[in-house]
């Protein structure tokens, strides 16, 4: 199936390197890297994630920095091949705790254990965790948790008034704590990526929004959970009359874990399942019923001369107050013409940087930090370098956002208990729970 697996870091440094087939190139590594760092796309496009090259087919997924890559000779089926690598990363992950170059660095060897263990001559054999423990025996070397850069408010778990910082569930599922003593915490997250497209005039012609439950366990003994979610989620079209009641939440679809038992969902929405080992998705879920988007955005564009135009966009948070996002950038391709863009920001603006890129002709403006409620605006003097027609409008946008919103949820998916099934009274480990939104693709047309 595949040829060869290897990592790269984006500086080109080979990391790991497995060859399975020989029938590719040794110097596969070096000519994927130049073709990925050197792509030629359109709008300066960063390269796909599936390509060929001189009748080699290169598949990649780029994580954490760094770049895991599989090829092939023969025509073998992306998705596949792509899902694999998210397998073997997710491995790497449990195994590692946290995943970055040094760690794989420091424990090659047990990461070449782990890929004799999950490929064979180019096949996969299995991608468990809970598997993977029978066959490989090496100890995973930790990393300082005081040397893992700090996540920011993204990586923050919160249970009541306790919070948890982001390393804390950035150990190794295998290994045990200093003193022998293994921690007793679940880690759930509720995560959500949401489409939406908004018209010129602001109304919203498509919105969807793909969520998925991660669990990660650090629990001795595999004991029961019980994950109970909203009492009124409906899944499907009609399971209720379709009347669709103030505060239900309508879910399209969804799938299940295979560990997971439905005995009781169809009567209280509660999940059982025995966790296995590593971190893995308890349910995927896709919505496209309305809900109410996190921002909007004004943007309007005006002619201030024969070869002037003002662009301005203006940026509203339509959550709470007590929700911070990170990370918010907006991109909005420019006319052609463009040959200078000047930026306008707001009297006492921080933490906000604005680009224009010439080479393909569009604008960036980021903002590290953004509070519920409140308002941002950028105004843009475009300078042209012919003379601006009636073309100009159509020529500019549509306003493409990213971001990432914690403890926030588009689906009002909630988590309303976790309970783990133990005979002991005195058992009581810790149970987190965080909830966290990105954009996938959120569209503002002008």
């Not at 780029?62 to 091949?81: D, E, H, I, Y």
């Not at 397998?87 to 070449?112: C, M, P, T, W």
């Not at 370098?385 to 971001?403: C, D």
């Amino acid at each position: 199936m595949i040829s060869q697996f290897f990592v790269l870091s984006l500086r080109g440094d080979n990391i790991i390197f497995r060859d399975y087939r020989a029938d590719v190139p040794k110097s596969s590594a070096e000519i994927f890297f130049r073709k990925v760092k050197f792509w030629k796309g359109e709008e300066g496009e960063e390269a796909p994630p599936v390509f060929n090259v001189d009748g080699v087919n290169y598949l990649h997924v780029k994580v954490a920095g760094l770049l895991f890559v599989a090829t092939s000779r023969v025509n073998v089926s992306p998705s596949l091949v792509l899902e694999l690598l998210q397998r073997i990363v997710r491995v790497a992950k449990d195994y590692l705790g946290v995943l970055n170059e040094e760690s794989l660095r420091k424990n090659f060897v047990l990461v070449y254990e782990l890929l004799d263990e999950t490929i064979d001559f180019g096949y996969p054999q299995t991608t468990s965790t809970e598997v993977l423990k029978s066959y490989v025996f090496n100890e995973p070397i930790t990393i300082d948790a005081a040397r893992i850069p700090n996540l920011g408010a993204a990586a923050i778990f919160m249970q009541g008034s306790r919070r948890m910082p982001g390393t804390a569930v950035t150990k190794s599922v295998v290994a045990n704590e200093p003193g022998g003593k293994k921690r007793e915490e679940i880690f759930v997250d509720i995560i959500e990526k949401i489409s939406v497209t908004f018209s010129s005039s602001g109304y919203i012609l498509t919105s969807e929004v793909d969520g998925t439950i991660q669990m990660k366990s650090y629990l001795t003994g595999n004991p029961e959970i019980r994950l109970a979610l909203n009492e009124d989620l409906s899944i499907g079209s009609g399971e209720y009359g379709g009347s669709g009641g103030m505060g239900m939440v309508m879910l399209d679809d969804c799938n299940f874990h295979e560990s997971v038992r439905l005995d009781d969902f169809d009567l209280d929405r509660t999940l059982t399942l025995v966790p296995p080992d590593g971190e893995f998705p308890v349910m995927n879920y896709r919505m496209t019923q309305e809900f109410k988007v996190p921002f909007k955005v004004y943007p309007t564009i005006s002619d201030v001369g024969a070869f002037k135009a003002e662009l301005v966009l203006k940026v509203r948070a339509e959550f709470a107050n007590t929700i911070t996002a990170n990370s918010v950038v907006l991109r909005v391709p420019l006319p052609k013409s463009t040959t200078r863009a000047t930026f306008q920001l707001e009297l006492g603006a921080s933490g906000q940087s604005t680009d224009f890129k010439e080479s393909n002709k569009m604008m960036e403006w980021s903002l590290r930090k953004v509070t519920g409620g409140s308002e941002h605006l950028l105004r843009v003097k475009l300078t042209l370098s012919q003379e601006r027609n009636a073309n100009i409008k159509k020529e500019t946008g549509p306003v493409s956002m990213n971001f990432t919103i914690p403890m926030y949820n588009a689906s009002r998916l909630q988590v309303r208990y976790l309970q783990i099934v133990k005979k002991s009274k005195t058992y009581n480990p810790y149970r987190w729970v965080r909830y966290v939104t990105h954009a996938n693709s959120y569209v503002v047309r002008l």
